[in-house]
Nanobody
Framework: QVQLVESGGGLVQAGGSLRLSCAAS????????MGWYRQAPGKQRELVAV???????NFADSVKGRFTISRDNAQNTVYLQMNSLKPEDTAVYFC??????????????WGKGTPVTVSS
């Protein structure tokens, strides 16, 4: 089994910063892509940023230039640095990892989410 645990969410004023972390643990052989998604009330879950094992990244247009994503492969951890936060960034942020487990199956795992609230 594989578990993903997010941390770092909270309440911040517009223009502020937060850093989210997501640590994966369990029967992991390797992790390909790790990403952050978010879901605002009444809206569908959307991709925020993704980073692949080789280091390539993609960002949603709405966060380009404000958010950065990084990972520590040795710790199976992915980070999302969020700067210049806006009220529209308010959402629950979820971590996802594309994991190759010891059973040799490749599966997407999700964390339970961490809430981010940006006040105006």
């Amino acid at each position: 089994q594989v578990q993903l645990v997010e941390s770092g969410g909270g309440l911040v004023q517009a223009g502020g910063s937060l850093r989210l972390s997501c640590a994966a643990s369990g029967s992991i052989v390797s992790i390909n892509a790790m990403g952050w998604y978010r879901q605002a009330p009444g809206k569908q879950r959307e991709l925020v940023a993704v980073i692949r094992s080789g280091g390539s990244t993609n960002f949603a247009d709405s966060v380009k230039g404000r958010f950065t994503i990084s990972r520590d492969n040795a710790q199976n951890t992915v980070y999302l640095q969020m700067n210049s936060l806006k009220p529209e960034d308010t959402a629950v942020y979820f971590c996802k990892a594309d994991v190759l487990s010891v059973s040799r199956s490749r599966t997407d795992y999700w964390g339970k989410g961490t809430p981010v609230t940006v006040s105006s």
